[in-house]
């Protein structure tokens, strides 16, 4: 990767090692037993991986946002669904904190959430409330110091585990509105919250839940930003998650592009490799190009970015470019593997399980082709 410098060349093979002697030989048992090793955030903390992108004042361990792409595009490589554990806890629930909270409440989650002492998650999405985020129904009323949360969450990454929820709940106002939204952390061992996993197609080890909040008390001081305006306030963080989602993406293509290559040029058939056939060699060729052009996007989406600012178009092109490419690498590995990948002991088939979700990831895509069209047309008048 020539556009990375010495040192996050240096970083890139650091965590590449790491993710393929301590997570790729384990992807496949993990996905089989739909189990998110929680043990690796102790880890990856302990390294400084966790910090990579916050300040050290913050405890973190410095860094931009091109090194937090690097971690995340390397882990998906060995494991997206790991990835996606590590994407949510630092990109989204680490930094909403880190951008909008009080010092008072960043202190107290902050330096456990960067240390892996502690696992976070984001918990915004609702069974009416996917693309339109106006449609939070989760209700926060006023209980003398205290919020009592009534209502659920849907979807939500690291659901069955986290010790540090960060929730998106109507403090006021009707559906419909954005005004009236609120960020509050509730602890994961709060009383009268219940979870329930979810089972899906792909990203297994991403151990996804249902949260049900039944009178669950939250106390007062543990407001995210402004009352009435604390979502609105964190809109940055998911604008910028669009790029570390588009780096997850590079991972997985990565890794479908690699095993597709290995495979022809091993596979056999008519007295020949598969990689003498004209139309195998096109389709890598294919395969390597839209790869190598979502890459571009996503670390030139990540070297714009800057903390507190909402990523803007390019983030929505890099995450809408580096999904779809994701998800037609992963197919056409797939179908050079033949039979073989459609077996359960090939890797591949991981692959294709795990990609299509990214395409729904912070906005689905249709979603940020809606965007960029308004961007280009903001102004016009026919």
């Keep these: ?60 361990s410095g860094g931009g946002p091109v090194e937090r792409c690097i971690l995340i595009e390397e882990l998906a490589r060995a494991s997206a669904g790991v990835a996606l554990g ?32 502690a696992t976070g998650a984001w918990a915004y999405a609702e069974p009416d409330a996917g693309a339109d985020v106006t449609r939070v129904r989760l209700a926060a009323r006023r209980d003398g110091g205290s919020y009592l949360l009534d209502g659920s969450k849907l979807y939500i990454t690291n659901g069955t585990f986290a010790d540090v929820i960060v929730v ?53 001081d543990r407001l995210v930003g402004d009352a009435e305006d604390g979502f609105r306030q964190c809109l940055s963080v998911l604008s910028r998650g669009r790029v570390y989602g588009g780096a997850l993406a590079l991972g997985l293509a990565g890794a479908a592009l690699g095993a597709a ?3 022809v040029a091993r596979r056999e058939q008519f007295g020949a490799p598969l990689a003498a056939l004209q ?13 190598r052009g ?14 507190g600012c909402d990523a803007g178009t390019d983030a929505s092109i890099a995450k809408l470019v580096a999904s779809e490419a994701a998800t037609w690498i992963a197919e056409r590995a797939m179908h050079l593997h033949g039979a073989h990948g459609f077996m359960l002991d090939s890797p591949v088939q991981r692959y294709y399980r795990d990609c299509k979700v990214l395409e729904y990831g912070e906005g689905a895509n249709e979603v940020q082709r809606e965007l960029i069209a308004k961007a280009l047309t903001a102004g016009f008048r026919p």
């Design 1 to 60: 990767m020539s556009e990375l410098g010495a040192e996050q060349e240096a970083f890139r093979a650091e965590v590449a090692r790491f993710a393929a002697t301590e997570i790729a030989p384990h992807a496949s048992r993990w996905d089989a037993e739909d189990r998110y090793p929680t043990e690796l955030f102790a880890r990856l903390g302990s390294l400084g991986w966790l910090g990579v992108g916050f300040p050290e004042e913050h405890g973190g």
């Design 86 to 117: 590590v994407y949510v806890h630092v990109a989204l629930a680490a930094a909403a904190l880190a951008d909008v909270a009080a010092p008072a409440l960043r202190e107290r989650y902050l330096p456990r959430l960067l240390a892996g002492q």
């Design 168 to 220: 998106v709940a109507r403090t006021s106002g009707q559906p419909g509105r954005l005004r009236g939204l609120s960020v509050l952390v509730v602890d994961g061992d709060s009383p009268r919250l219940t979870r329930r996993p979810m089972a899906k197609v792909g990203m297994h080890p991403s151990e996804l839940a249902e949260l049900h909040f039944d009178g669950c008390p939250v106390p007062g």
């Design 261 to 263: 290559t290995t495979h």
């Design 279 to 291: 139309g195998v060699r096109f389709t890598l060729a294919d395969m390597a190009a839209r790869l």
């Design 294 to 307: 979502a890459r571009a996007l996503v670390y030139g989406a990540a070297a714009t970015l800057a903390p």
